[in-house]
């Protein structure tokens, strides 16, 4: 099939618009790092801390709506298997920035923190955080590999070019404007992207309900024509499950680095609140294209589209629909309009995902643990290789399945089960727990979540479970809800666990048991010396280090 150059071309100028913004807000952030007399790395990593509140309400909306987001919501409603009982991601992801808000914008602000590993080096040292990073690092490449298959499969729909291809030339453009200016460009490039996806997905909309190959949705929400209703089943087995996966993404965003880029970027705790729950009202409401679109998709004969016979469904296609439909039933200069803008959106979560775990591994492991006395400098460099590695990594797992939705489910999953009992304690009960406990609770949840397994990424499910059902493939279809089990367990491990090395401390028979706060044998996180200290520094430091400051 010949390449679609007048899709190409659409797509490449919405690419050009969001990669000039990133180069514009890039220069805002060099301005920024001059301007300022504290931490240059703070500059990149929250944006130093005086983030507008309209940039920051629309970067926080825009980092939860994204590829995983609004090709997930058509993805599900689409899937016959599905419906939209199981479309609860726009409100789930309300719900996480509302608990957000309640909850987590006060302790995470009131030290002035830079990331979420910073109140867990404070507590438990730095050998404690190098395990617990492990799961968040595998979250936010799982989250950029989502991103990059929901770009990569947009662009070869569009094209008729390699998916392949389409994620490295996408992951390319992401990784390019997020190295040069930081949150600045990852935030104004998302206020673009967001309102390039609303506006264009709305002007889609109206052409895909009146195609003549599609009925009336509300008929297809309850009657059977092409497929099974749109509108889907929660049988009384499946509620267990239903609500495992609700909590999942209701409570696993909270433990996104990405979600606490935001919150810190702002000048205060009360713009923070209003950043969050402004996201919360605006996350359904720019799901709602996406779900009419795969409301949409599945009322239509297929065979009577250009797409033809099978169905994307029967192709294994469904991850792509939103993009296949946008091609297939809207006119064609319509669809070119929404397909340069969705190419254009989806990229709106790939930036943070890359910044947050690259700003983690640049402060917390390298600066605070493998060289506590790398320069300002140096650290924006280890983030800005991390971001191009990480870029890498997640556009590689991107190449391996078509499903976004896939990727999206597993990412919060891994956070959902390890993560969220660890930040829980954290900032709650964090006089009642220490490293001993911590530790216990990550290897636990791990083993746990690896003997449940997820054969859709090819772990087997060595753990049988109440409620299973065995398929035709073999694997256990879980109806459990596991995910809650293992994240309480995982919680009450942890406390206990804590309180039996306090009594085993108590009675001589276990040393080590303070933290990093109050234990002198355990590092604290090595301090990032503002740009005036760094001078100082660097002038008392030998001559060679003195010469290279001032080519600096």
């Not at 990852?186 to 264009?200: E, R, S, W």
Request: with cysteine; net charge neutral.
């Amino acid at each position: 099939m010949a390449v679609n150059w007048p899709g190409l071309a659409s797509i490449g100028v919405f690419y050009v618009i969001v990669l000039g913004t990133g180069i514009w807000a890039s220069r805002k952030s060099k301005r920024e790092e001059r301007k300022c007399t504290g931490n240059r790395s703070e500059v990149a990593m929250v944006g130093g801390r005086n983030l507008n509140i309209w940039v920051s309400i629309f970067t926080m909306a825009a980092t939860w709506v994204g590829g995983g987001y609004i090709l997930g919501c058509a993805e599900v409603l689409y899937d016959p298997t599905k419906g939209l009982v199981w479309a609860f991601a726009p409100i789930a992801c309300g719900m996480n920035l509302v608990i957000g808000a309640l909850f987590l914008v006060k302790p995470i602000r009131s030290k002035n923190y830079v990331t979420l590993m910073d109140p867990f080096q404070e507590k438990y040292g730095n050998t404690v955080v190098a395990i617990i990073f492990i799961p968040a690092l595998i979250a936010d490449i799982l989250w950029v590999a989502c991103i990059l298959g929901a770009l990569g499969g947009t662009v070869s729909v569009v094209m008729d070019i390699s998916s392949k291809l389409a994620v490295s030339i996408s992951a390319a453009v992401a990784i390019i404007y997020t190295l040069l200016g930081g949150l600045y460009s990852v935030a104004y490039t998302d206020v673009i992207q967001l309102l390039l996806m609303l506006l264009g997905l709305w002007f889609c909309v109206p052409f895909i309900l009146t195609s003549p190959s599609s009925a009336n949705i509300t008929v297809a929400a309850v009657n059977e024509l092409h497929q099974a209703p749109w509108i889907g089943k929660l049988e009384l087995e499946d509620t267990g499950r239903w609500i495992d996966d609700i909590l999942l993404l209701a409570l696993g965003g909270i433990c996104y680095q990405a979600f606490y880029q935001r919150v810190l970027s702002t000048p205060t705790d009360t713009q923070a609140k209003i950043t969050c729950y402004a996201g919360a009202v605006l996350c359904p409401i720019l799901g709602m294209p996406s779900l009419i679109i795969g409301a949409a998709a599945a009322s239509t004969n297929w065979n009577q589209t250009t797409y033809g016979s099978p169905s994307p469904y029967e192709q294994g296609r469904s991850g792509m629909i939103l993009p296949i439909a946008l091609q297939h039933l809207c006119p064609f200069y319509v669809s070119l309009v929404g397909m340069g803008a969705l190419a254009a959106a989806v990229m709106s979560s790939v930036d943070s995902a890359l910044l947050s775990a690259a700003s983690q591994l640049g402060r917390n492991i390298f600066k605070n643990i493998i060289y506590k006395k790398a320069s300002e400098k140096m650290i924006i460099m280890v983030v800005k290789v991390s971001i191009f590695l990480c870029g890498g990594m997640g556009a590689g797992l991107a190449m391996m399945t078509s499903s976004v939705h896939l990727f999206w489910i597993v990412s919060a999953d891994v956070l959902y089960s390890m993560m969220v009992p660890q930040v829980i304690c954290i900032f709650y009960l964090s006089h009642l727990v220490n490293k001993h406990g911590a530790c216990t609770g990550c290897v636990l949840s791990l083993l746990l979540r690896g003997l449940v397994g997820e054969p859709l990424i090819g772990l087997p499910d060595v753990l049988p479970l109440p409620w299973d059902k065995i398929q035709e493939d073999g694997h256990r279809y879980r109806l459990f809800p596991f995910r809650t089990v293992i994240m309480l367990t995982t919680t009450g491990t942890i406390l206990l666990v804590s309180r039996f090395a306090v009594w085993l401390s108590e009675r001589g028979l276990l040393r080590g048991i303070s933290d990093a706060e109050t234990d002198k044998d355990v590092h604290q996180m090595a301090p990032v010396g503002t740009n005036v200290e760094e001078k100082d520094r660097l002038n008392k430091e030998p001559s060679h280090l003195s010469e290279e400051a001032g080519r600096c």
